[in-house]
């Protein structure tokens, strides 16, 4: 990454703001105080920042944040995502289940009622909290989107996320995708070709979610990254259950194989995991669900890890600044 990358990580306590030195990477400031942010979206100078009681917007780059809830049912926002071919749709995911679009750049929302519908009728749920399911993921091919439940399955969408349907029916059997959804992804080398990390394993679909396969089974993952050049290139943040002996592995011929991608690291964790991949300029950052984060070349892996005096990291966003 170039000095003239800004990362915006989402912390349980503020937001800070960190820049590249010639030394390493340096906090020039956290804003935000005392907000549990959980998400967060760069596009150009706007920050879009999640939080469990709302959403915050900048247009300067974080020198100012104002609430942006206006339209927003449900406050407690666990993931955010940019339409890349919808210019200025923005989503956001929350617990309990629900999906709110913008259109404004993310001053004024409206939800999905449909959404709202399948929570209630289909019996989403948390093991964790007494909501109803949360979506916690988003990705998009074309006017086709998709959404991660935990615990629901797979949504789809086919005209750019204004109605959502179940793409496969909460089931733990056969060609249906386990329900413990945790992220979701597209490739760019076929508009069907999707992937999903579950609490039941690691999912492919080539038919935009019609019918999956398990390409990592007996397996807890939540975070995955895709080369997308080399749609058999993948790591994969996998672990033998919730937080239990996580590590990083990587697989080069779609799924068939996974090998060890653990220089840098102390592994297998006893007690956390990979929570979420970034890539920034052919590096690629691991969250882990212990608050740390590391980073690596991807043409030759080998973790360090970054910025410990920031704790309690939940996701990272990353933006340019002008020279």
């Not at 503020?14 to 906090?27: L, P, Q, S």
């Not at 993921?137 to 991660?148: C, E, L, Q």
């Not at 994969?236 to 996580?246: H, K």
């Not at 990979?274 to 892996?301: H, K, M, P, T, Y």
Request: charged share 20%; proline share 4%.
């Amino acid at each position: 990454m170039e000095s003239s990358i800004q990362l915006i990580l989402a912390t349980m306590n503020c937001v800070a703001i960190c820049e590249a030195t010639e030394y390493g990477w340096r906090v020039v400031r956290r804003d935000l105080m005392g907000n549990f942010a959980t998400s967060v979206l760069t596009i150009g100078d706007r920050i879009l920042v999640g939080t469990r009681g709302g959403l915050f917007l900048s247009v300067d780059g974080g020198d100012s944040w104002k609430a942006v809830n206006t339209g927003l049912t449900i406050r407690h926002i666990r993931w955010l995502a940019a339409h890349p071919d919808a210019s200025g749709r923005i989503f956001a995911g929350s617990e309990p289940a629900g999906i709110f679009q913008s259109t404004d750049g993310g001053n004024l929302w409206h939800g999905s009622p449909e959404v709202e519908e399948m929570r209630a009728t289909l019996g989403w749920y948390l093991p964790y909290s007494p909501e109803a399911g949360c979506v916690r993921g988003f990705a998009f091919s074309g006017t086709r989107a998709y959404a991660a439940v935990e615990v629901g399955g797979t949504l789809i969408s086919d005209n750019n996320g204004d109605s959502w349907e179940i793409s496969t029916p909460q089931d733990f059997a056969g060609n249906k995708i386990h329900p413990d959804v945790h992220s979701i992804g597209t490739h760019p080398d076929s508009s069907g070709l999707v992937a999903a990390p579950t609490g039941g394993g690691f999912f492919f679909s080539d038919d935009g979610g019609k019918t999956w396969e398990n390409r990592y089974p007996n397996s807890y993952c939540r975070a995955f990254w895709w080369d997308p050049s080399d749609a058999d290139h993948i790591l994969l943040g996998s672990a033998d259950w919730v937080d239990r002996n996580g590590r990083i592995e990587e697989t080069r011929d779609g799924g068939i194989t996974w090998n060890p991608v653990w220089f840098g690291l102390d592994v297998p964790w006893r007690g956390h995991m990979v929570e979420r991949f970034i890539e920034i300029d052919r590096e690629i950052l691991a969250v882990l669900s212990n608050g740390e984060l590391w980073v690596s070349r991807l043409d030759q892996i080998n973790w360090r890890r970054i910025l410990p005096e920031v704790k309690d990291v939940n996701a990272v966003g990353f933006r340019r600044l002008s020279s």
